[in-house]
């Protein structure tokens, strides 16, 4: 069974301060992405990561920054929160060669 | 990038009743269309997928149908059931050897409530 797990089901920040999101996937999966999921609008992607130290911009990269070390781990970084970014934060990961996409259980972020 | 649309952004059907929900995108290269369940409070989780060679899937009580001359897909749950209540989510995407192509991008979601 493939698992993704998040660091925090629930995360409260402050405005301006650094918050750091979590994401480990223990299939070995190549692809790991990052979403942020609003009422009304879906899924939009944030950033992508298709292999180690590599990452590429999704839809709404504006705020935020990722962090891909190890292959396992996909860290999703706020460097100065916004209460416009207050939102439920999910994880995927996908093997290079197949189609679907696992995700994590999601993190709801508020910002005050 | 692909454009995508779901329609409608929000269906009620009484038990027994079928839904359909239909995903229109934008992008002739697509040929995989997958549809993703997210019940309320977990996480999505693909039900159903097709790809560009097959016009027609089906999996017991859900279906997926492609007109790719159109530009879309559309995913019927028949006989439903109050636990088919959740939102559902189209992406259609190219190939996966496609480097620019690696993410899919989600269509904004029908939530369907199947009422007892």
């Known amino acids: 069974d493939v698992k993704v797990t998040q660091s925090s089901r629930y995360l409260v920040k402050r405005t301006g301060e650094k918050v750091f999101l979590e994401c480990v996937q223990d299939m070995d999966h190549e692809n790991m992405f990052w979403y942020r999921q609003d009422p009304g609008l879906g899924l939009r992607l944030i950033y992508f990561s298709y292999d180690v130290k590599m990452k590429e911009k999704g839809d709404i990269p504006e705020g935020y920054s990722v962090s891909r070390e190890k292959k396992e781990r996909f860290s999703l970084i706020l460097e100065s929160a916004s209460t416009n970014q207050t939102s439920m934060y999910l994880c995927?990961?996908?093997?290079?060669?197949?189609?679907?996409?696992?995700f994590g259980p999601g993190t709801r972020l508020t910002v005050t | 990038g692909e454009n995508v649309e779901q329609h409608p952004s929000t269906l009620s059907v009484q038990e027994g009743d079928s839904a359909v929900i239909k995903c229109t995108y934008s992008d002739s290269a697509s040929n995989y269309f997958p549809w993703y369940k997210q019940e309320l409070g977990k996480r999505p989780q693909l039900i159903i997928d097709i790809r560009s060679n097959v016009g027609e899937k089906k999996d017991q009580r859900i279906a997926v149908t492609l007109n790719k001359t159109a530009k879309h897909f559309s995913l019927h749950i028949t006989e439903t059931q109050p636990e088919d209540s959740a939102v559902y989510f189209c992406?259609?995407?190219?190939?996966?050897?496609?480097?620019?192509?690696?993410?899919?991008?989600f269509g904004s979601g029908t939530q369907l409530t199947v009422l007892p």
């Open positions: 995927a990961s996908r093997p290079g060669a197949k189609a679907e996409q696992y």
């Open positions: 992406a259609p995407k190219r190939g996966l050897s496609s480097g620019s192509a690696r993410q899919l991008t």
